[in-house]
């Protein structure tokens, strides 16, 4: 019924493959609508299916489906919604007819009643626990790891006091990324693993209870207010008005996937005690000092390049300028058949603005370059609309590496940095210049020098064994 | 998205509440539009979600969503469900809002890859055994019992070395009715229980194949020919072109669902060697028997009373006319809010054809009273359009007790028989006389005497303890 | 959005064009849900549009779509029809995508205010009246005649005193068959043309008020009483409670089609006095008459042919029988590709009954024979479930001639009749004897002496010029 | 079905009323795709409908629909629009339910064959030019001016060798503000009224054709070449590879919307020979020089304020940064109910950015002030979010007048300027200064001098009596 969805969309980028939220108000207080607010907010963090689980005395409800937040939910169904916790879910699917089924929440029955799952990340041995479980007779319904977390902490609880305990239990089995947030009957824990791969925080709701979410932007949009990030390795316990900590895994050096701060995150959020912005103006400033150019203007990819171009202009002193218009509407319902309609389709998307291109020497900001094509296609519009330079500058190292941790990067063979090297990027683009961010520069660009940051995707150097 | 379901429907009856399929061609050959067929023939076994799920080379696709078979298959979907071994399964739903993965076929993986199931019937014991696997870990996903079944299937499958010895080692912990299609990766199961509540039958394709049914009507619309029924207690398996019965447990005296005949079954299914339309035929003669009366015309409330009252028209040798006409186009979308609205309702999906009911004594047959609700209505639309009289003659004894073998009866206090001490019955209803098919009628309408029937809605002599 | 509509139907038949309906209630007494129900009780008359228009106070408010009236209509939008007059209308498509354009009741500001049109029928002369209109600088929006009939009224009101003296003037204009509703600012008008083609009538309404149907069993929907015809020629004219006759055009030979009793109008429905019921009753006697058969068992073609099979039955004292069993749900969205697919619809809609075919000499009956494939197809399904004999008789003439008054007839060049010698129809069909009913014995069904009608289809004398 | 359109949109603002395109390519050359394209381009000028039309050898196909482009067309559709020569329609609707017949194109057949129009504007006379229609016998089928149009239209043709002169007649007849695209059967045709309110323009296609577009930013979307505007006053004809021009309204003072530059058009757009971007950017200096303010950060609110912003920043000195992130995907369906709920949707849709605010003094540059309440909910965020001052800045006069010539703006009860005297303005909003551009200084924003513009929103000077 539903327009199918064409992936992969229209710029290429990498994608994060996840955004979590959990809610606990007092009784009587229902939570659906904060978390559909919280969910608009995380909705660059998945855009293939959302959902939102409440439990209402234990009772749990929950509506999820593929496609948008505002295309899942309406008036008539959040009011269905009653309950004072609630998780949420917005995921991103690697294919284009990903089964309904991996949609998240995920609400299963153990046997100490409902539990409910949110999850962001990658569990490095999820298949070997998999098959661990099917040879002690589990059956599993979708494809998601996220039914692997469950069959532990389900066999895990029985054993347990408490389903904190469980949790401690299942950290010991699992692997890799995960920032999770999960609902019992009467508890609503957040989980986030020892190396924090994937960002996740805590807020204070106006109504005196808990808010979790993968990016302090979800708080602002839950009218909740931040109260600071779970630590790699904590679980957090909420019950009723109290909040508990538990640090058993606590301690390690953590590795935060950097690449939250040059495209995924939120330029308004801060995760682990840096601004997403911030640090964007920072790499442009970098990026200004690293590759000096000569030129008339400083132009960024909207929407996420214009920070970095706000940067790199006021450290080069070369003024920033408009030079590509972004269209609104053209979402992906977008018919593009033949590659005459998809390169036309980037005009439709980006439009130059001639007036301040026509006879300049332009510095064109964008984030990353994944397959190229894009890039090439921009600079070709740049020219054809009167530039007369066109110097590239990227806000990140080249993609060189698969991520294991919750970010889906295309294949090797299609990453422009791996087709082509260093020498003929350039002439291949059709720039004038290019460069990219080194990854030296990074530890200049405002992170945290005590804490730790995961970059394997451009260094190859994974903070775990894959 | 859809329209809401308005449940119960129309005109109230009893609901069967599944109908299954299954089909097993040669490879290469795609079965999912022979299912798409044949779902369509069971349609009336369950309106409330339909699904198909094919198999080819051990690899699943699966189509299930909520409504008819009409509104959830298209030429896209079916012809993306390519393989040669498949399940289907039409549901009916007790609640309007049942959730989306009660829907089946239940696809799962468990140790030996995927298994698919699709089930007509009520396990007993159910919860007992839900609470068992609870305790051991398992996670349920649905509230259907069939998820009970699938972790049983995937315990057994460890210690077993066929799958129809896992089949076998369950028909051991599970009690009740099931009547069910299993798919493995290589195998087409049908299984039937001990007592053989719910129907299933076994036909030959035109491919050389063989096909699996609730109802000999669904065989009829794959193109495939009767072969014979399932036993109770039979399980089935066909592997290639290969059929072998395994009939550990058989011979127990069967316990058919008398009902299939009087109102579940289409007229043009034969079941477990009685044609449905004979049956009702002989129960119209048995009612001309029992309950005489002087009258001008039998008339049947469209579509299941007319089979009963051509026979009660051929015995009583009063004429057979049309009393009520049939709006085909009434269907789940009418709009009924007010009682004055719901009572208009009756009139809009039955007409009076007064010609035939001006100044006449008229007999009114129907399967079956529920409510009463309907029959009263019905009565003063005969009355109102000119009828001097209105006998009823009811093809069925008065529903009194509950079904725990896959059909849907209201609660008891809703129950018309219930309610009114027969006595009072024919005064609420409006109606001059009144007669049903007495209990013990029911061994002169043509059934097996080698066979056995349940009847416990009328008698409350459940043939298992429940 | 909406599945597309698989014209032509699956049972080939002629085609009534539309269905139309009028209502006018005191002041507050909103009539959209009476039309509502009333456009169920015509839906059969037209499944390609559907629409409804009332008058609250001179302002109008409408609702028209492609599709059937409980796809187009919901308790939000049809509460939101305010208004104590209306008109309501079902349209029959001759082109799958004709446009929405000419969906009906076609509602249009004139110098007097608004003006509101719902018409069955077809003018002759609509191209001619086009061209003139056109020539003195009319626009036209759609392709439907009505619009034509829309200017001219338009003109005419200038220089009439009245809307019915406007009306009296374009019927001295306009030629052919129209059975129109027309509702101005204030009055309700019913207009029937001088041969009175198509049928039209008159009831009162529960609140006092009265209504205008296509069939009386549109009235039997609204729960008005029928009251008479609107007699050919007549204007009907409702303002407020009162209703007022203009007989300028009556008293010519009236020539009402045929095919309305055969197989258009619903049985229940009565007819410029003659019940529908009863005159096919009486054509299944005729065809007994006329061509009797030594045979065991009378079906009839669901569900038209099923009450001439009664009255061949009655006559013939051959048993009747259900030979034939109707999928109540394979609708217009089922799918049929290929050829073989197209004969197992056949079967997937109508099933034989095996029981009372085996071994028997079966005399089939139906209403009519357009191209013929159905019947070959149905003689075919027949003798493959044990029919010995299969006796065809059909309950009207051979189809030969176009019809020019609202029947939409295939091309000559399809028509059985006229492709196929009379003598060599039965061996083209597969049938073991073929009897058309005549047109002399149309005589003797029970239609009026004292009135007339039209058989041009099946006599080719029209009975105007055409 | 289609979710309920929420007007009035979030951010309130005046509103362009339409958007126009046509295109007249070589024979052959389907257009339908360009159109869309093209559309899209101009979706912010109207988004409760769209609308295209094509003529294939005369003969015209066409689908429009309330909705968003994206949301109409699709591959399918789109491939059955088989024509040459089309024209294409956006337009915003006043009322949240307008009907559909009003959306545009609007096709009919006049004694020439058909006639097609797309019209964005407003016909000061239209309601006595339809009085004297409807006076001779015109009908009308939707409240929508362009009909009137049409008929005069299909009136002056009769007498009129060509559709130019037919043009021209009517051009005698109708005051006020259009911008049309007109398509005969064999023709294109872009006019534009005498004081050239609406901007429209032309351009050459790749494919050697013609293209007519309200903005150039349409242009570039149809991969066409800007070529000029339309005169105001101009009736291009273009027939086959021919474009001809007739000036005989031509030569009066220009009237042109100054509120197209302001904010209406895409600032990638070009109109009557100024550049859209470069007007803004010299409004924000402007802003700068006439209400300098010793503050720390200038922001905008996106994206409209966002070049005001620059232009500011660019000549106070005063650093430009990012203070408001806007969420791409809170569009229409985003659920507000009560006063709470629309409140936070300001914070949703417009996150504040804090690292850039906190204990800063802020200057706040957004394009116009209707209501003022989310002018004042932004303050409330940014001050909420540490800013210490907040300073306004407004790039336009206030509003105190409504517009006559094709833009909706509220009541003049509702308007922020007519309800509050200057002096009170600023602590109304709760900002610490405000400033809105005078009506002097559009002088200085690079408009040109020997061309003419319409103000009368802010100054109450209309250029022609109304």
């Known amino acids: 019924m539903k327009p199918q969805r ?39 963090r998945g855009q293939a299916s959302a959902g939102i689980a409440v439990n209402n005395n234990a009772e749990i409800r929950q509506i999820k489906d593929k496609g948008l937040v505002g295309e899942i939910f309406n ?36 046997c100490k009643g409902s539990l409910t799952l949110a999850h962001n990340g990658n569990i490095l041995n999820s298949s070997a626990l998999k098959d ?9 319904q979708s494809t998601s ?32 990324a995960y920032s999770m947030v999960i609902m019992s009957p009467r508890k609503l824990l957040a989980v986030r693993d020892p190396k924090g791969f994937r960002p996740l925080c805590i807020g204070k709701t106006q109504g005196g209870g808990y808010a979790i979410s993968s990016e302090s932007a979800g708080l602002d949009a839950m009218n909740a207010e931040f109260v600071r990030d779970v630590e790699p390795g904590e679980i957090v316990v909420i019950e009723q008005d109290k909040l508990t900590s538990h640090k058993d895994f606590c301690g390690k050096k953590p590795s935060l996937c950097i690449f939250e701060y040059i495209y995924f995150a939120r330029p308004d959020s801060i995760i682990d005690g840096v601004g997403v912005y911030n640090t964007r103006i920072e790499i442009g400033k970098s990026l200004a000092r690293a590759y000096p150019v000569d030129a008339d203007i400083v132009i960024g990819v909207p929407d996420s390049g214009l920070n970095f171009a706000h940067g790199f202009s006021e450290e080069s002193r070369i ?11 053209t979402g992906r319902t977008f018919i593009r058949q033949t590659q005459a309609e998809r390169d036309l389709a980037v005009n439709l998307k980006l439009n130059a603005l001639r007036p301040n291109l026509e006879g300049k020497r332009v510095v064109l900001i964008d984030d990353s370059i994944v397959r ?15 530039a007369k330079e066109v110097h590239i500058r990227i806000g990140s190292p080249p993609f060189m590496w698969p991520c294991h941790f919750g970010t889906d990067i295309p294949d090797k063979k299609h990453l422009f940095a791996v087709k ?43 903070p775990v064994k894959v």
Chains 1, 2, 3, 4 share one sequence.
Request: with cysteine; net charge neutral; hydrophobic share 35%.
């Open 6 to 44: 064409k992936l992969p969309p229209f710029l290429d980028k990498p994608h994060e493959e996840c955004g979590v939220l959990g809610i606990y108000e007092k009784e009587g207080n229902d939570v659906a609508k904060s978390l559909y607010y919280g969910l608009f907010a995380l909705q660059h």
């Open 75 to 110: 008036v008539e169904n959040l009011a269905s919604l009653k309950g004072n916790i609630g998780v949420g879910h917005v995921r991103y699917a690697k294919e284009a007819d990903e089964p309904r089924e991996n949609a998240q929440p995920i609400v299963t029955r153990y």
């Open 132 to 140: 661990e479980l099917l040879a002690k007779g589990a059956v599993f």
């Open 145 to 176: 790891e996220i039914e692997v977390i469950m069959h532990l902490l389900a066999v895990a609880r029985i054993h347990s006091h408490s389903v904190e305990n469980a949790v401690k239990k299942v950290m010991t089995q699992i692997e890799g």
């Open 319 to 329: 003024p920033f300028g408009d030079g590509l218009v972004r269209n609104r509407y």
């Open 372 to 386: 190229g094509t894009t890039t090439a296609n921009l600079i070709r519009l740049l020219k054809r609309n009167g």
């Open 420 to 462: 082509y090297p260093q020498e003929k990027m350039c002439a291949q683009l059709g720039a004038d210049s290019l460069g990219f961010l080194s990854a030296d520069e990074i530890k200049n660009i405002g992170l945290r020098n005590n804490f730790g940051y995961c970059d394997a995707c451009f260094s190859g150097k994974y």
